[in-house]
Structures are given as structure tokens and as C-alpha cells.
């Protein structure tokens, strides 16, 4: 990419030309690509869009900077709209025993799984904390990506569950990226309340969700409904206190059975429902009718060697938008990769590559509730958008453990990465 100035008293601040654009806006089935176009930025939003033959004339004068992509891609900034970047320790031990014939039972029962994570997050603290996650958070950023959604879970206590919210917020002042924050303080019951679960339920609902909202550290609230998590009445009580404090649910939903959590959460106007591997089609039509967005985890699929594919073609017949996430957690999907995702969502689950990347930009987006502002490259939006170099714009799900990311801009600015 060749850079030079522009005119000091010009009316965009910087310019790209000579590019192709995937829009991801209309004409879906084809990217919605612009060849050999060009994108302009005033301030943090996108000023003009269209082919470079179409510019206004002189347009070279009209930008500060003018940016030569030489024929590469540009797409929307990739968008992580599932993961639990803050935790403290890894789980690596685990894995190695489970690969030797250890049962997660047996290992949970000797103080691992979940709760060997809650035990490392509540020994750290925020800047601990802060500072694991920006090691993760580094290698989205490598890969395109200008948003992501962080989830508590791990502290299951206020104090803890504060902790990890703050350093998700932390984050977001030291990197040019978007940090949504999720409290999922209904992550797991856990041991001191295994005997008293509604009062783990009022301990969420009057204490720590109102703690967190007090700070202004909540973007929004998920639960983990499932055989194994809560209950849907537990967790409609949870969607309630959420919609009485003004915040938006999503809901980790039908991973290993069917309890209709995905129909409830639609019941409450869900951003989205999650893994829904078992989902039936009654959840998917509650789901269409609401606008809830199907969130894909094909990251977790795959490292617990799941067999039940989420309802993917119910998904397309009742047309509700997939989007697709890493799910990065130190227990049940490592990754840190969401162009493997993107590759795990076409080979593992049989999405087309063009519904692999809407699953990571505009649908990403509608997930965490910020469709008006981000995921496409429209007139107006914010300048978020990562540059490709690659011939072919499928070949951001073709390759496995390659990353052709040349450049990122966030709010119209280049950034490294």
C-alpha cells in the first residue's frame, strides 16, 4: 500500500483507492463488491464510497492522505461478538489429562474445570487480569479485528465479577478497538451456593448486576441456560432484572440438550442465542420473529469433539442472520483465531465463505446490538475496516493458519497490526 499526502485544506481526511471493496451490504450472495473502488473518511465515519472512476473530481485534492491499496481487498473490521477474553491461569494441564483418558468429572471433582479458573481469577487483579487479556486480545487485532465482546463468568462473586468487567474496560483505553462487555455472572453455580441455588440466582440479581451497572461496566447480560447451568426459570428471572435495568440478553442456549433457551431468550427480545447446537425449530422460528441472532461457536464444536451440528438449515429457511465467534475461553475453545472460525464455520458446519464473513462483520455486529454503526462499509458508518492481501475474498475462510492482514483502520485512522 502506497501512502502520500493530499491537500492540507481538504474536505476528507484520508483516502483509499485503487481497491476492492467486499461492502457486505447488499448483494450478499456476491460480497457486495465494488472492484476497483474507494473509500473516503471524514473524521471516524465513512465520507464517500463507490468506484474509483466515480470520484469526484479532483479527489485526490480532496483527502489529507491518499492510501494506493495496489488491488487489494478491504472488507468491515471483523467483529468477535462471543468470547471470555478476561481469566486468570489456562487450562492446558486439563487438556493434556483429558487427552490421557481422564474424565472431566473426575478432573472437576479434584478441583478443576470451572472452577480452577474462578480460583485463578480471584487470586488477580485488575491489572493481572488486564494484562493476560492483551496478550489475547493482540492476536484478534493481527487478524482484522476492531470489535470484541468480553464476557465476565469467571468470578462468581461481586468483587471478582467487578474485577474482570473493569479490566475489559481497561482494554478499550489502551488499543484502538471496541470493547463490548457482557456480565454473565450466571456463568455456573458455584460451590458454596450448590445447595442454595435461588439464592445464587438473588445474589445476581440484586447485588451483582446492580454493582455492575452502578459502575457503568455492562453492555449487556448473557446467561448459561442449559442441563448443566440454569434453569429457564432462573434464567428468566436473570432476562428480568436485565430488562428492568435497561440492559439487552443474550443467552449461551441448547449446547448440549434442548431446554429452550433459545425460545426464551427470544421471548425477550434476545440479541442473540448462542452454540444452539441442539435448538429446535420451534426456538428458530422464535427466534426469526424476534430478530435474535444465531451465534455460531464452531471453536468449541470442535475441541469438544461435538456430533450434533447446530440447526444450520432451519437457520437459512427461517432466515435468521448467523454470526460466528471464537468463544476464546481457557476450558472448552482456546482459540484466538477468527479466520479459523471462519474456516471451522464452512468445513465443520457447511456455511458458504460469503456467509462465513457476513457471520464475522454485519451479523457480528447485529449480535452485540450495533448494526446501525458498524459491520458493512456504508455511507456514514464508522471507518472500521481491515485490508487483505489476497486475490480472492473467499480465501479469508480457505486458509488454515494463514493471516493476510495488511493493515487496519479504526475510526478512519491506520493502525498497526
Not at 242 to 251: D, I, N
Not at 277 to 302: C, H, I, W
Request: glycine share 8%; hydrophobic share 40%.
Amino acid at each position: 500500500m502506497k501512502e502520500h499526502e493530499g491537500s492540507g485544506e481538504a474536505s476528507w481526511d484520508a483516502l483509499w483507492t485503487n481497491v476492492n471493496l467486499a461492502t457486505m451490504n447488499e448483494d450478499l450472495e456476491n460480497y457486495g463488491v465494488i472492484e476497483h473502488g474507494a473509500i473516503a473518511v471524514a473524521g471516524s465515519n465513512i465520507a464517500w464510497i463507490g468506484k474509483t472512476s466515480e470520484l469526484p473530481k479532483p479527489s485526490v485534492l480532496s483527502a489529507k492522505k491518499v492510501y494506493d491499496c495496489e488491488g487489494k481487498w478491504l472488507t468491515p473490521g471483523l467483529i468477535d461478538c462471543h468470547t471470555h477474553l478476561v481469566f486468570g491461569g489456562n487450562r492446558a494441564q486439563e487438556f493434556e489429562q483429558r487427552l490421557n483418558g481422564i474424565s472431566y468429572e473426575a478432573i472437576a471433582k479434584a478441583g478443576g474445570g470451572i472452577r480452577s479458573t474462578v480460583t485463578a481469577t480471584r487470586k488477580a487483579t485488575t491489572e493481572e487480569l488486564t494484562g493476560y487479556a492483551e496478550r489475547r486480545l493482540r492476536s484478534l487485532q493481527r487478524e482484522g479485528v476492531t470489535m470484541v465482546e468480553i464476557k465476565s463468568g469467571y468470578g462468581l462473586d461481586v468483587d471478582t465479577e467487578l474485577t474482570m468487567l473493569r479490566a475489559a474496560r481497561a482494554l478499550e483505553q489502551r488499543h484502538p478497538i471496541d470493547i463490548k462487555t457482557t456480565f454473565l455472572g450466571a456463568h455456573t453455580i458455584p460451590e458454596d451456593y450448590e445447595s442454595r441455588r435461588g439464592d445464587y440466582v438473588n445474589q445476581v440479581c440484586d447485588h451483582m448486576l446492580p454493582a455492575a451497572v452502578n459502575e457503568n461496566l455492562v453492555d449487556a447480560v448473557d446467561v448459561f441456560c442449559e442441563s448443566i447451568g440454569f434453569t429457564p426459570a432462573e434464567t428468566a428471572k436473570i432476562f428480568s432484572t436485565a430488562h428492568k435495568l435497561g440492559l439487552p440478553v443474550k443467552v449461551h442456549a441448547d449446547q448440549l440438550s434442548d431446554t429452550g433457551g433459545a425460545k426464551l431468550a427470544a421471548q425477550y427480545n434476545a440479541l442473540s442465542a448462542d452454540h444452539i447446537e441442539y435448538a429446535s425449530e420451534d426456538s428458530v422460528k422464535a427466534m426469526a420473529e424476534q430478530g435474535t441472532v444465531a451465534v455460531l461457536l464452531p471453536g468449541a464444536f470442535y475441541f469438544l469433539r461435538e456430533t450434533q451440528l447446530p440447526p444450520i438449515e432451519q437457520l437459512r429457511e427461517h432466515k435468521v442472520p448467523m454470526a460466528i465467534a471464537t468463544d476464546a475461553n481457557p476450558g472448552s475453545s482456546p482459540t484466538l483465531s477468527l479466520l479459523l472460525m471462519m474456516n471451522m464455520a464452512c468445513t465443520l458446519f457447511r456455511l458458504a465463505p460469503v456467509e462465513a464473513l457476513a457471520g464475522v462483520t454485519r451479523n457480528a455486529a447485529k449480535a452485540l446490538g450495533v448494526a446501525q454503526e458498524r459491520g458493512t462499509l456504508e455511507l456514514g458508518k464508522r471507518a472500521d475496516f481491515a485490508l487483505w492481501d489476497i486475490e480472492d475474498i473467499a480465501e479469508l475462510s480457505y486458509w488454515i493458519g494463514a493471516n493476510y492482514c495488511v493493515g487496519v483502520v479504526k475510526d478512519g485512522v491506520l493502525v498497526a497490526v
